[in-house]
């Protein structure tokens, strides 16, 4: 099993920015890390992803937030950090810290999720 845990949500006005935190433990190898989100009456939508393989590093974003959302690891590759700039109102949500199992395609439908994160952005 693994175990996420998200810090660094909050409200913010329109124009500013936050930094999510994703710390991973467990004895379950993983392969990427990343954030979901999902807003009031809409379902969980992919915001960004990571490999955690440094030889094989790859990111993954949402058309929506590619330019503003920047995700990175530390070196132990065991957290991930979002850096949100110039953060919209339609960027309110709950996110959801991800992981994919290691062997598993690390774009595919996550294998662990954290409680979450509240994200509101005001006009």
């Known amino acids: 099993q693994v175990h996420l845990v998200e810090s660094g949500g909050g409200l913010v006005q329109a124009g500013g920015s936050l930094r999510l935190s994703c710390s991973a433990s467990?004895?379950?190898?993983?392969?990427?890390l990343g954030w979901y989100r999902q807003a009031p009456g809409n379902q969980r939508e992919l915001v960004a992803k990571?490999?955690?393989?440094?030889?094989?590093?790859?990111?993954k974003y949402a058309d929506s937030v590619k330019g503003r959302f920047s995700i990175s690891t530390n070196k132990a590759e065991n957290t991930a950090f979002l850096q949100m700039d110039n953060l919209i109102p339609d960027d309110t949500g709950v996110y959801y810290c991800?992981?994919?199992?290691?062997?598993?395609?690390?774009?595919?439908?996550?294998?662990?999720w954290g409680q979450g994160t509240q994200v509101t952005v005001s006009s």
């Open positions: 991800v992981a994919n199992r290691y062997g598993t395609n690390w774009t595919g439908d996550p294998d662990y």
């Open positions: 990571i490999t955690t393989i440094r030889h094989a590093r790859r990111t």
């Open positions: 467990g004895r379950v190898s993983i392969n990427a």
